[in-house]
Nanobody
């Protein structure tokens, strides 16, 4: 029923850019704050960016602030993550999801999409 489909990842050189997309379905997307997360090998999943339901407020992890931009298009049920000035330490699988406190209400409890791999390497 619920589905989050991440796309747009790939292999890029340090300093390069990528734009990730997350297509959502099966819940009322426009009602929810949405987040981007990432998980690097051997590391815990970490919150990268947050955007409120109407897209009027955003927050970022310190490690990506000034380089990444989260946005959304509620008409398309899609959240985006524009990543610029990429560094090797950005290498991870990137996922989207609702915030933990709202996942159950949205039907996303214990749900994660496949994620999209971002590899930053020369």
């Amino acid at each position: 029923q619920v589905q989050l489909v991440e796309s747009g990842g790939g292999l890029v050189q340090p300093g390069g850019s990528l734009k990730l997309s997350c297509a959502a379905s099966g819940f009322t997307f426009s009602r929810y704050t949405m987040d981007w997360y990432r998980q690097a090998p051997g590391k815990e999943r970490e919150l990268v960016a947050t955007i409120t339901s109407v897209g009027d407020n955003t927050n970022y992890a310190d490690s990506v602030k000034g380089r990444f931009t989260i946005s959304r298009d509620n008409a398309e049920n899609t959240v985006y993550l524009q990543m610029n000035s990429l560094k090797p330490e950005d290498t991870a699988v990137y996922y989207c999801n609702a915030p933990p406190s709202f996942r159950r209400k949205a039907g996303l409890y214990n749900y994660w999409g496949q994620g999209t791999q971002v590899t930053v390497s020369s």
